[in-house]
């Protein structure tokens, strides 16, 4: 197999995260506290690229585990590789930006998640994030 340079790995990952992934920003135990914290997540029935993606996140210092979903009927196993440490999602934001097309917005909004200091704001960032991440938009 052909050794991709950190540049290409990027690039790889940018397009799984475009196709597989989602970002997310979630409350820590709604009824404790309103701490919101970002989470990006892929989502593939083949842990082999997970695995992938947990091992390439690992060697430039930030974290990803992957988990196996319950299967269900006659589906395929899909596993879920989830990065959620504010600094390791903004690494990734970061370096992805110039690679993705699809979640460009998504991007976008969780680099502006990480510059606010307003609570408004965070939570009309929340909002978009939420709304891009519905079926059909």
């Not at 970002?23 to 992938?52: M, Q």
């Not at 999602?89 to 699809?102: D, K, N």
């Amino acid at each position: 197999m052909m050794e991709l340079s950190e540049k290409e790995k990027w690039i790889y990952l940018a397009g799984l995260v475009d196709g597989e992934g989602c970002f997310g920003i979630y409350y820590a135990h709604p009824a404790e506290s309103r701490h919101p914290y970002p989470k990006l997540y892929v989502v593939n029935t083949n842990k082999d690229v997970l695995d992938w993606i947990v091992s390439f996140l690992k060697s430039v210092g930030v974290t990803a585990k992957v988990y196996a979903h319950q299967v269900k009927g006659n589906r395929k196993q899909c596993y879920t590789c989830t990065m959620h440490k504010k600094a390791d999602v903004h690494i990734i934001c970061v370096m992805l930006r110039p690679f993705v097309i699809i979640k460009a917005k998504h991007i976008e909004l969780m680099l502006r998640f990480f510059r606010a200091s307003d609570k408004l704001d965070v939570e009309c960032i929340i909002k978009e994030i939420r709304r891009l991440n519905k079926r059909g938009c």
